[in-house]
């Protein structure tokens, strides 16, 4: 397709399970970018990529979140030992380059609740 | 601490008018400007950009910037229902890879 591609659009897990979302970029599309969002809040910036290097991780809520992508394309984020508080929408978006002056367009999200 | 805001609304306008959704920003660095509308259980969908002082128009929508007063808005002419959702502004954060997000503006377009 042509656009941002994520799956699943949903999962329901029990607390404590580990969790892996994916994200296909735009083709083309060297930056990949993964945010939160809560219920009735705003977007979360959780973590960039540029290639296969992500260099700020800094927006990742705790040790239990990671994200990795290879071959320049899939993403995927991991949530270990998840909590309740993962509960969210988590959405990928991609652009040309990292660049903060590039458009963002974002997927259809993955709908995480955790029991 | 920079900041995008924008008013939650809602902003309730009659069908075929004209809705002004403002969003002002903190960054004085910052050179893009997106907005976003993302209807309920939707993800963010881009509708417009600008990058420039003045007026940017397509289709109904126009984006308008003054960087010198830090303010942008969407004007939507002649309104419909399907307009209705919720309007994220974005600014670019001067100096990084990032946008910084307002959290956005409901919009409800009446019939």
């Known amino acids: 397709g042509a656009g941002v591609s994520q799956s699943p659009s949903n999962k329901v897990t029990e607390k404590g399970k580990d969790v892996e979302l994916r994200c296909d970029p735009i083709?083309?599309?060297?930056?990949l970018y993964w945010y939160r969002q809560s219920l009735g809040q705003g977007l979360e910036f959780l973590i960039y990529?540029?290639?296969?290097?992500?260099?700020?991780k800094s927006g990742l809520p705790s040790d239990r979140f990671s994200a990795e992508r290879t071959g320049g394309s899939v993403s995927t984020l991991t949530i270990q030992r998840t909590q309740q508080e993962d509960s969210a929408v988590y959405l990928c978006?991609?652009?040309?380059?990292?660049?903060?002056?590039?458009?963002?367009?974002f997927g259809d999200g993955t709908r995480l609740s955790i029991l | 601490q920079k900041e995008v805001e924008q008013n939650s609304g809602p902003l309730s306008v009659p069908e075929g008018a004209i809705a002004s959704l403002n969003c002002t920003y903190s960054?004085?660095?910052?050179?893009?400007f997106f907005w976003y509308r993302q209807y309920s259980g939707k993800s963010p969908e881009l509708i417009m950009f600008?990058?420039?002082?003045g007026d940017k128009e397509d289709g109904r929508f126009t984006a308008q910037l003054n960087k010198a007063s830090q303010y942008v808005s969407l004007l939507i002419r002649d309104s419909q229902p399907s307009d209705s959702a919720t309007y994220l502004c974005?600014?670019?954060?001067?100096?990084?890879?990032?946008?910084?997000f307002g959290t956005g503006t409901r919009l409800k377009v009446l019939a």
């Open positions: 978006a991609s652009s040309l380059v990292a660049d903060s002056n590039q458009p963002q367009h």
């Open positions: 083709s083309g599309h060297t930056a």
């Open positions: 990529f540029q290639g296969n290097s992500a260099p700020d």
């Open positions: 960054d004085r660095g910052s050179q893009s």
């Open positions: 600008i990058y420039s002082n």
């Open positions: 974005a600014v670019s954060d001067s100096g990084t890879y990032k946008y910084i």
